[in-house]
């Protein structure tokens, strides 16, 4: 008899027909009869790891079909310019008297390769490379993206943006709600501005990139420091959040600045590059969603969650914070990742305190510079038990409201029995919402 078992299992029996001293009846010896969990791949770091989960438990989520990654970025950047979203190709707005601004999100995978074909399109209008001026709006990176430009673009300006240096900005205008607003200085005496971003979701400004590249990110100290603050928890959706409203009015006050919108594929690949004025931004944030919005009909109580590619400590609060939107209540998010992430300010207050609901007070009254990252850490923190695979020690994982794992293969203990589970692969940029 073939026992009872449960619908999503297979039963692969082999089976032999052997001889029997009852008269009428024969014996069907079955030696190897077993149930197999339909088995999945969950990319993590720059590994895989097998998890078996059964179909009853595991809660699917509703997305659109994904869209294969890009093959060449170069070349994809190169059909944008020369075909942007209801405008002509960038080069032939420009002049070669003109100043370029070319504002930089230093967060995109192989920022050199992808800049170059931007810098050379703008060459063909015979701009001269000392009259264009990257703008990085951070000082958090080191930079080394510029070692991959290539030779002939070697006089091209590089500035950062320093927003607490009221000579490095300039008075643009005032707002319908009566905002004075001050943004960097270059930008505004720049003849064509054109951003280069990476579309993504954010806490502060719902989907970040785009118009939010120029405002708030290159405005004024004080600006900067009231939309620190204005964190959301919730899930950003197809209408835009205040930030995003107001950003889109001082980019109309700023001219008719060109972007360049990057959406971020598996790992550190692109799955798509758009081009076009600020119109095109509606285009650019329907892309993102049908690459890395998930809905679910009912929340987990296990996630499993992973970061691939390059990646960093906000990454992995990021990838925390997105799955504690579908975890139940004291649940469990397990993350996976090979990052030894750098301790800003955020994460010395949770090293200071034994909860995340205390720490996350601090925070507030402190306002770190990285707060963001502190904010979307601890708020998961507060809703369900974390797990961590990455490169910090049990010691100081510990600190950070985590329980430590040694090794991936530690996440399979979570999913046994009746537990329901979710999994995020590259958790860090999907959006994952409840239905």
């Known amino acids: 008899r073939q026992p009872e078992r449960p619908a999503s299992c297979r039963l692969q029996p082999h089976t032999r027909l052997v001889s029997s001293p009852y008269h009428g009846s024969v014996i069907v010896w ?38 294969p990654d890009i093959a060449d970025p170069v070349q994809a950047m190169r059909d944008a310019l020369e075909h942007p979203l209801d405008y002509p190709a960038l080069r032939l707005a420009l002049t070669p008297d003109d100043h370029v601004a ?75 709600e009566g905002r004075r607003i001050y943004l960097n200085r270059t930008v505004v005496d720049a003849d064509q501005v054109v951003v280069l971003g990476r579309r993504s979701y954010d806490p502060v400004l719902g989907c970040a990139g785009a118009e939010t590249s120029l405002f708030p990110m ?13 964190l959301k928890s919730r899930a950003p959706d197809a209408l835009p959040w205040p930030v995003q409203q107001e950003a889109r009015e ?42 890395w919005r998930c809905e679910y009909e009912r929340p987990a109580d296990v996630v499993i969650a992973s970061v691939t590619g390059a990646a960093t400590g906000a990454d992995l609060a990021r990838a925390f914070f997105a799955a504690a939107r579908v975890v ?28 995340p609901a205390l720490a996350l007070r601090l925070l507030m009254q402190e306002k770190p510079g ?20 990455s490169g910090l020690s049990n010691d100081i994982a510990e600190e950070l409201f985590t329980i430590p794992l040694q090794h991936a293969e530690q996440a399979r203990r979570l999913l046994g029995g009746n537990a329901s589970c979710i999994v995020l692969e590259d958790a860090h940029k999907t959006l994952a919402v409840l239905a």
């Open 30 to 67: 079955l030696p190897a009869i077993g149930y197999r969990l339909p088995a999945m791949q969950l990319a993590w770091g720059h590994e895989t790891l097998e998890l078996a989960v059964d179909e009853t438990n595991l809660v699917a989520g509703r997305r659109a079909p994904i869209a």
């Open 102 to 176: 070319l504002v930089v999100d230093e967060t995109i995978p192989h920022l050199g390769r992808l800049l170059t074909p931007v810098l050379e399109h703008i060459r063909q209008a015979h701009v001269k490379p000392e009259a264009i001026t990257l703008i990085c709006p951070t000082h958090d990176s080191d930079q080394a993206w510029l070692d991959d430009l290539p030779d002939e673009f070697q006089d091209v300006q590089v500035e950062t943006h320093q927003a607490t240096d009221r000579k490095k900005l300039a008075y643009l205008a005032t707002t319908k």
């Open 218 to 230: 290159l405005s004024d100290e004080a600006t900067l420091e009231e939309y620190r603050t204005k």
């Open 250 to 291: 001082v980019t109309w006050m700023a001219g008719a600045p060109f972007f360049l919108q990057v959406i971020p594929g598996t790992g550190d690949n692109l799955c798509g590059v758009l081009a076009g004025p600020l119109e095109s931004s509606g285009a650019g944030q329907t892309l993102i969603d049908a690459r």
């Open 328 to 355: 139940k209540p004291s649940g469990s998010i397990v993350l996976l990742s090979d990052v030894t992430p750098a301790l800003g300010p955020s994460f010395e207050v949770f090293r200071r305190h034994d909860e």
């Open 370 to 389: 990285d707060l963001a990252v502190g904010y979307m850490w601890a708020t998961a923190a507060e809703q369900a038990r974390l797990y961590l695979l």
